[in-house]
């Protein structure tokens, strides 16, 4: 899969995709994750990329012109399945979301800036707006760093045993059961004994029933419908 970054600060996208699980994916060659100057783009001495708004007020909207251009040389070279803008009005990303996306080929993420892209960009361009979260970040980067780690280690591939995302909270509807490494005891607080036991059948049964006791206590609104 590649995921094709947009962004007028490339900066801010330097580090997440260099460590761990995410590098991991890029040497495996599963994931190729590339991030572009929006500028680079842009035309005139300036390399200007927005401009004030029609009608006043205060703040630069991001310009079509060189999205546009930017847009049409990725698609030159390959395919994509999705072209995501990350906004604040968008659709709330979730775990679904991250699943559906990790299946599809290949996906461009354009961030937005200031006071984010003019409308023509969203009607022309734009196949689906995320958001994630109820909160306005100085920029859509960081938010695109959040989608691109969700999905990415979700392709097939990525994870091994250890990381298995199948264990994941929301992968099931749940959230994840606690989790105990050693020393079986610390200051008095006991790990739970059934985890020590080696009996399989019985810690599958543990965890499943304290992933529906966290769900009910933290997140009572996963398990509206289902039958707990
Ligand atoms: N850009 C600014 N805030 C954002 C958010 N909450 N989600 C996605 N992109 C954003």
Redesign the pocket.
Known sequence: MHIDIITVVPGLLDGPFSHSILKRAEDKGLAKIRIHNLRDYASGKQKQVDDYAFGGGAGMVMMIEPIAKCLEALKSERDYDEVIY???D?ETFNQQMANELSLKGNLIILC?HYKGVDERVRQKFITRE???????????EL?AAVVADAIIRLIPGVLNDETSALTDSFQDGLLAPPVYTRPAEYEGMKVPEVLLSGHQANIETWRFDASVRRTKERRPDLLEGKDF
């Open positions: 990350m906004t604040p968008g937005g995320i958001s994630i979260g109820d909160f306005v970040l100085s920029g859509g938010a």
